[in-house]
């Protein structure tokens, strides 16, 4: 029997199967009479009406026996190890996977992955979706994204521990340093904890739609147990004690290690750099201690060479990295990161893509004036009908020409007008460029394409890692995961959330940077690996099932936009996806022709000593 089964009339596929059933086909909404060759012999190609059920749709049995709750029929899948690709089904059954090849027997229901491929479910190691997890429990943007495991609490900046009495610290906090609103932290957030597990058995209610792990923060352990002296202060002897003692009971309460923050730009509400910059490396170490006894992860951002290393001869260590704009400056990088990390295992991440922050019509809007002003106080189609009246426009020009910049243009992008936006210009076809090619100054270019767009046009400020071929070079290093979308920080400025997308699309499919299973397993069993979670990150009998369905020759993100959906109505910027079939999380299906289904089966990862 042939994978491709027709017949003139559903009689026909009866007598191929000699069982018929109804099915929900859930593309096209309706009931209907199929049989299904699903013998054990074939890959169960579904006949509805006479015809093969389309392409990549999806089938629900009804009033038959089953053996699996769901198969995945004939993809091409990469199991996330590096191995080459093969084409097999995919079992799963409560939860977990429970077969991959030819699958006999039949499930509640069934993903046609004929022409697509499936992987594992990408594993996010740096995300700050520590609050908005209160408020929006699907954790978008990045469950549109393929990432069905996401790790918070990065930067030191966390909300646990805390004393009822260091809420609005910790939300003000929060609010300098990743541009999480204030309002929307206290308001959205139950508040119900003073420790870490606590903070957990918080998220635990919420009921996430994706897998969701937690590191506790340094900020948050400083104020816990020093009060206001932790942020200029050093520790004494018996503050150190009571701190490791902290992160000790975090850590068996479930987080999966300590971070760090020495980055000095990141300030507290009143100027004053966060707990933790100035800290001595002995705190560091002390603490390092005790999170390498249980296993766990040091992560740390703005930390040098030296310090690293130290906390290299004792942890697992997970630190954020970049590359400069100049020729050679990939390699040179690179050659940096090779040498630290054969100090112990350590493991760098950085942007996929050029990122800094956002401007448009719709978004933060880079001019001074005092009609500029006025403008900013307009909605969208205010501010879209105010720049198309002549002498209103004229003003803006003349007001914008006067400006001064904070930045350079040399390093301002158009994301482009099409669908998918243009994240990989080269370093010199900037807006300089553009504004020679029309004889405009920027303010004439800024408006004329927010014009031309109905104010949707955006212009991407690249601050790191602006030269996307050194980035490239930087990415052949087997040290360094592409990430770092800081999704849930900075949501009125940026929006680097799609990363995985980005990487499907560009570094995989039209790069070649990586070859197809060596990019899945950067994106799954590669950060899996690294946050310990090691029932994850592999399609392999006995592993949780989360599992993608990806159109790779389609997948691609979508121009980013604003939305006003934080509590309070601020504002953040959003990217959808297209080309995700489907996206399993713990089984379930998250998300099904790019659209969430509603269903929430993340579960709080609960890190456990390995060692």
């Given at each position: 029997?042939?994978?491709d089964f027709?017949?003139d009339?559903?009689?026909?596929g009866?007598?191929a199967?000699?069982?018929a059933c109804?099915i929900?086909?859930?593309?096209k909404?309706?009931?209907?009479?199929?049989t299904s060759?699903?013998t054990g012999?074939?890959?169960?190609?579904?006949?509805?009406?006479?015809?093969?059920?389309d392409?990549?749709?999806?089938?629900?049995h009804v009033?038959?026996?089953?053996?699996?709750?769901?198969i995945?029929?004939g993809?091409?899948v990469?199991?996330?190890?590096?191995?080459?690709?093969?084409?097999?089904?995919?079992?799963?059954?409560?939860?977990v996977?429970?077969?991959?090849g030819?699958v006999?027997g039949?499930?509640r229901?069934?993903i046609?992955?004929?022409?697509?491929?499936?992987?594992?479910g990408?594993?996010?190691?740096?995300?700050?979706?520590?609050a908005?997890?209160g408020?929006?429990?699907?954790?978008?943007?990045v469950s549109w994204h393929?990432?069905?495991?996401?790790?918070?609490?990065?930067c030191?900046?966390t909300?646990?521990?805390?004393k009822?009495?260091?809420?609005e610290?910790?939300?003000g906090?929060m609010?300098?340093?990743?541009?999480?609103?204030?309002?929307?932290?206290l308001?959205g957030?139950?508040?119900?904890w003073?420790?870490?597990?606590?903070?957990l058995?918080?998220?635990?209610?919420?009921?996430?739609?994706?897998?969701?792990?937690g590191l506790?923060?340094?900020?948050a352990?400083?104020?816990f147990?020093?009060?206001?002296r932790?942020?200029?202060?050093?520790a004494?002897?018996a503050?150190?004690?009571?701190?490791?003692?902290v992160?000790?009971?975090?850590?068996?309460d479930?987080?999966?290690?300590?971070?760090t923050n020495?980055y000095e730009?990141?300030?507290l509400?009143d100027?004053?750099?966060?707990?933790?910059?100035?800290?001595?490396?002995?705190?560091?170490?002390a603490i390092?201690?005790?999170?390498?006894?249980r296993?766990?992860?040091?992560q740390a951002?703005?930390?040098?060479?030296?310090v690293?290393?130290?906390?290299a001869?004792?942890?697992?260590v997970?630190?954020s990295?970049?590359?400069?704009?100049g020729?050679?400056m990939?390699?040179?990088?690179?050659?940096?990161?090779?040498?630290l990390c054969?100090?112990?295992?350590?493991t760098?991440?950085t942007?996929?893509?050029g990122s800094g922050?956002?401007?448009g019509?719709?978004?933060a809007i880079?001019?001074?004036?005092?009609?500029?002003?006025?403008l900013?106080?307009?909605d969208?189609?205010g501010?879209?009908?105010?720049?198309?009246?002549p002498?209103?426009?004229?003003r803006l020009?003349?007001e914008?020409?006067?400006?001064?910049?904070?930045?350079?243009l040399?390093n301002v992008?158009?994301l482009g007008?099409?669908q998918?936006?243009?994240y990989?210009a080269?370093?010199?076809?900037?807006?300089?460029a553009?504004?020679r090619?029309?004889?405009e100054?920027f303010?004439?270019?800024?408006?004329?394409?927010?014009?031309e767009?109905?104010g949707?046009?955006?212009f991407?400020?690249?601050?790191?890692?602006?030269?996307?071929d050194?980035?490239?070079?930087?990415?052949?290093s087997?040290?360094?995961?592409?990430?770092?979308?800081?999704?849930?920080a900075h949501?009125?400025?940026?929006?680097?959330?799609g990363w995985?997308t980005f990487?499907?699309g560009y570094?995989?499919?039209?790069?070649?940077?990586y070859?197809?299973e060596e990019?899945?397993?950067?994106?799954t069993?590669g950060?899996?690996?690294?946050?310990?979670?090691?029932?994850?990150?592999?399609?392999?009998?006995?592993?949780?099932?989360?599992i993608n369905?990806?159109?790779f020759?389609?997948?691609s993100?979508?121009?980013?936009?604003i939305v006003n959906?934080?509590p309070?109505?601020?504002?953040?910027?959003?990217?959808?996806?297209?080309?995700?079939?489907a996206?399993?999380?713990n089984?379930?299906v998250?998300?099904?022709d790019?659209?969430?289904?509603g269903?929430r089966?993340?579960?709080?990862?609960?890190?456990?000593?390995t060692?």
């Amino acid at each position: 029997m042939t994978n491709d089964f027709h017949g003139d009339s559903a009689s026909a596929g009866a007598m191929a199967c000699e069982m018929a059933c109804q099915i929900v086909c859930e593309r096209k909404g309706h009931f209907a009479a199929i049989t299904s060759a699903c013998t054990g012999c074939c890959l169960s190609a579904l006949v509805i009406r006479g015809r093969l059920l389309d392409h990549g749709a999806e089938a629900i049995h009804v009033g038959r026996p089953v053996s699996h709750d769901l198969i995945i029929r004939g993809g091409k899948v990469i199991d996330g190890t590096g191995a080459a690709p093969v084409h097999a089904d995919v079992a799963v059954s409560d939860g977990v996977i429970t077969g991959v090849g030819l699958v006999s027997g039949t499930a509640r229901r069934e993903i046609d992955a004929r022409g697509l491929i499936v992987t594992p479910g990408f594993v996010d190691l740096h995300a700050h979706l520590d609050a908005q997890i209160g408020w929006d429990p699907d954790l978008t943007p990045v469950s549109w994204h393929g990432v069905t495991s996401v790790l918070i609490g990065n930067c030191g900046v966390t909300f646990a521990p805390c004393k009822p009495t260091d809420r609005e610290l910790l939300a003000g906090m929060m609010e300098t340093v990743e541009d999480i609103p204030r309002h929307a932290i206290l308001t959205g957030l139950p508040w119900t904890w003073e420790n870490y597990g606590g903070y957990l058995d918080a998220l635990d209610g919420i009921k996430p739609g994706i897998n969701v792990a937690g590191l506790v923060g340094h900020c948050a352990v400083r104020f816990f147990v020093m009060g206001e002296r932790a942020v200029e202060e050093q520790a004494t002897p018996a503050e150190l004690e009571q701190m490791v003692r902290v992160v000790d009971q975090a850590l068996a309460d479930g987080a999966h290690g300590f971070s760090t923050n020495r980055y000095e730009p990141h300030k507290l509400p009143d100027g004053r750099s966060i707990p933790g910059t100035f800290a001595d490396p002995a705190e560091l170490m002390a603490i390092g201690k005790v999170v390498q006894q249980r296993d766990g992860l040091m992560q740390a951002v703005g930390a040098n060479a030296e310090v690293l290393t130290a906390l290299a001869g004792q942890n697992r260590v997970l630190f954020s990295y970049g590359v400069g704009p100049g020729s050679g400056m990939g390699r040179e990088a690179a050659s940096r990161l090779d040498t630290l990390c054969g100090k112990g295992d350590v493991t760098a991440i950085t942007q996929v893509r050029g990122s800094g922050f956002m401007f448009g019509l719709q978004a933060a809007i880079p001019f001074q004036g005092e009609t500029w002003d006025r403008l900013r106080t307009l909605d969208l189609a205010g501010r879209l009908a105010a720049i198309r009246e002549p002498a209103t426009a004229a003003r803006l020009r003349e007001e914008g020409k006067a400006s001064r910049r904070w930045f350079s243009l040399k390093n301002v992008y158009f994301l482009g007008k099409d669908q998918r936006p243009d994240y990989a210009a080269a370093l010199d076809n900037n807006v300089v460029a553009l504004c020679r090619q029309r004889g405009e100054e920027f303010t004439e270019l800024f408006l004329r394409l927010s014009d031309e767009t109905a104010g949707k046009a955006l212009f991407n400020l690249r601050m790191f890692n602006q030269n996307i071929d050194e980035l490239g070079e930087l990415f052949r290093s087997p040290h360094i995961f592409p990430s770092l979308g800081d999704a849930g920080a900075h949501v009125s400025q940026i929006m680097d959330a799609g990363w995985s997308t980005f990487v499907l699309g560009y570094w995989i499919r039209e790069r070649g940077i990586y070859s197809l299973e060596e990019g899945i397993r950067r994106l799954t069993s590669g950060p899996a690996r690294v946050l310990g979670l090691t029932d994850r990150g592999v399609i392999a009998p006995g592993k949780r099932a989360d599992i993608n369905v990806i159109d790779f020759d389609q997948v691609s993100e979508l121009q980013p936009e604003i939305v006003n959906d934080f509590p309070g109505g601020a504002p953040r910027f959003v990217q959808r996806a297209r080309g995700y079939k489907a996206t399993l999380v713990n089984g379930q299906v998250n998300l099904l022709d790019d659209q969430l289904t509603g269903t929430r089966a993340g579960n709080v990862l609960r890190h456990r000593r390995t060692g």
